[in-house]
């Protein structure tokens, strides 16, 4: 599975973003699929995702801030986030689960300025 992440950018804190995740194959029946995020210094972790069919999870600190959702008729996946801070500054990068092998992106830059 090829992944191209898209629409990361400079913003002022309180701006939103939306971010997109063109697959190259379709995701109806991926395991999940994800965004994590890498700030400077510091290790990728998982902002959100969607399991199979359930629900999305989010990480702590983007509830209510962020969406995950995904297009399965288009391939596509994005993240919504909304009310940004300058913490949220990072590379975010897509992934798809398929036979519990994760599939990445090329990571999009988020910066948000104070």
């Known amino acids: 599975v090829q992944l191209q992440a898209y629409g990361g950018g400079l913003v002022q804190a309180g701006g939103s973003l939306r971010l997109s995740c063109a697959a190259s194959r379709s995701i109806f029946s991926v395991d999940a699929v994800a965004w994590y995020r890498q700030a400077p210094g510091k290790e990728r972790g998982l902002v959100a995702d969607?399991?199979?069919?359930?629900?999305?999870t989010y990480a702590a600190s983007v509830v209510g801030r962020f969406t995950i959702s995904k297009d399965n008729a288009k391939n596509m996946v994005y993240l919504q986030m909304n009310s940004l801070k300058p913490e949220d500054t990072a590379v975010y990068y897509c992934?798809?689960?398929?036979?519990?092998?994760?599939?990445w992106g090329q990571g999009t830059q988020v910066t948000v300025s104070s």
């Open positions: 969607i399991v199979g069919h359930g629900s999305a």
């Open positions: 992934a798809v689960v398929v036979a519990e092998q994760h599939y």
